[in-house]
């Protein structure tokens, strides 16, 4: 793939590097890679914590009773998670609100960072879904056998099917239990990363002058359609995350 | 590990040396532990800052506004049934005032009739008493005029018997004018 970009470079304008958006560089100077240099990944994260802040914070020192703008959107946002851990996960879960609610504020903030021109999106990359995931399926695991002890295990154990089909089926939601961490990782970081590799890609037909109106236009389309993924792909994972906890605390089917 | 043979530092097996990326970044396990380290610090930083301040505040934010409101309700309720009250009030208020000055015309009415017929017995009696005095006076004229009569009569009657050559005996013509007179 190198070598055609390589020989595409030379001859003419028309060069796809999609995922060079993705890369990790150190923000200040050069050099590798360590756990504790400050790269892009650093000051995009840090965005997010800020954006958040900024909303949650800053937004509602007022403490008005009649809210201002920033104020009625930390509400909403704080309204809209609250109801789903309660009607999702149920009542006695609104201990977990604070824990859903910092993984909702924070994919959703890094997706809309990563919808800016230029910006690093940090939720594109699997260490940082498949860290949240991990968190997700480690907390409902340990919540489950906490607050259940072994008749967490029920979840395995289909007591409404018939008793020669449940050993199948309990392997078959075993499966599917440990695959939770999987698929709801790649779902948000696979999202994620197709909307923006499609939009580069349309970027560089752009280069050409017979195609970049309709290449203009195709990105604008993607960029709409990819306002509407960064939210729901943020919504998706905090309603798994609700669901999972429901399994963890009422574990019977 | 081939980078490290290539010998540029800034290289890593994740980027070619034009600086593209080989494959996908997001495979590249060279950059797991800084991102996963950064995503941690991130993830701790916004769990305390929700759980300390945002949340709490957004939620007493709330429910003051959900008191409020039901105040609000409940004083406007109250309100409502005040005016409702002072309506009430108004409208007995309005009735008993017309009824009162429908008694005060009532009565000012009787004391003018009253007074008015009084006025007119009194004004009766004066024109009574009038007519009496207007007949009485006329009674009188009348009577003086009858003596007038008779005294006429009785001299013109002594004048005719003394044309006449006799003597007039006064207690005669009287006598006869009387007769006359009566009949």
């Known amino acids: ?253 | 590990m081939a980078t490290e043979t290539h010998g540029a530092e800034t290289l890593s097996t994740c980027v070619d040396s034009h600086g593209s990326a080989i494959g996908m970044p997001q495979l590249c396990f060279d950059w797991f532990p800084n991102q996963i380290f950064w995503l941690a610090i991130t993830l701790i930083v916004i769990f305390f800052v929700l759980s300390r301040i945002a949340l709490p505040r957004i939620g007493a934010v709330l429910a003051e506004r959900a008191g409020t409101i039901t105040n609000d309700i409940a004083a406007a309720e109250e309100l409502k049934q005040k005016a409702e009250e002072a309506e009430a009030a108004y409208h007995k208020a309005l009735a008993d005032a017309r009824a009162e000055a429908n008694a005060i015309v009532a009565e000012a009415r009787a004391d003018i009739q009253a007074e008015l017929d009084a006025e007119l017995a009194r004004a009766d009696a004066q024109i009574a008493a009038k007519a009496a005095e207007g007949e009485k006076a006329i009674a009188e004229i009348r009577k003086d005029a009858t003596k007038s009569v008779t005294q006429v009569a009785r001299a013109a009657a002594a004048e005719i018997v003394n044309a006449l050559g006799e003597k007039a005996d006064t207690k005669a013509i009287s006598a006869a004018v009387t007769d006359r007179l009566k009949g």
């Open chain 1, 1 to 253: 793939m190198a070598t055609e970009t390589h020989g595409a470079e030379e001859s003419s304008s028309l060069v796809f590097h999609p995922m060079d958006q993705f890369i990790v560089k150190p923000l200040f100077g050069e050099g590798p890679i360590h756990w504790y240099t400050i790269t892009n990944v650093t000051l995009w994260l840090a965005l997010a914590v800020v954006c958040v802040i900024l909303l949650m914070v800053v937004g509602t020192r007022g403490r008005a009773i009649v809210p201002s703008r920033t104020q009625s959107i930390g509400e909403m946002a704080y309204g809209f998670v609250y109801k789903m851990v309660e009607d999702v996960a149920g009542k006695d879960a609104v201990g977990f609100f604070p824990y859903v609610m910092t993984l909702f504020m924070f994919i959703v903030m890094a997706n809309f960072l990563g919808l800016l021109p230029m910006s690093f999106t940090t939720t594109s990359h699997f260490a940082v879904t498949v860290i949240l995931a991990m968190l997700v399926f480690l907390t409902v695991t340990i919540v489950g056998f906490v607050k259940n002890g072994t008749k967490f295990l029920g979840l395995f154990w289909v007591s409404s099917a018939p008793l020669a089909l449940r050993p199948i089926l309990a392997v078959i939601e075993l499966i599917s239990y440990f695959v939770r961490p999987v698929s709801h990782s790649i779902r948000l970081a696979g999202n994620v990363m197709a909307g923006h590799a499609v939009i580069k890609v349309f970027a560089g037909f752009a280069a050409i002058a017979a195609i970049s109106p309709v290449s203009v236009l195709a990105i604008t389309a993607m960029y709409g359609l990819e306002i509407l993924v960064a939210f729901i792909q943020a919504y998706v994972f905090t309603i798994l995350t609700c669901v999972y906890l429901k399994d963890a605390l009422h574990p019977s089917h």
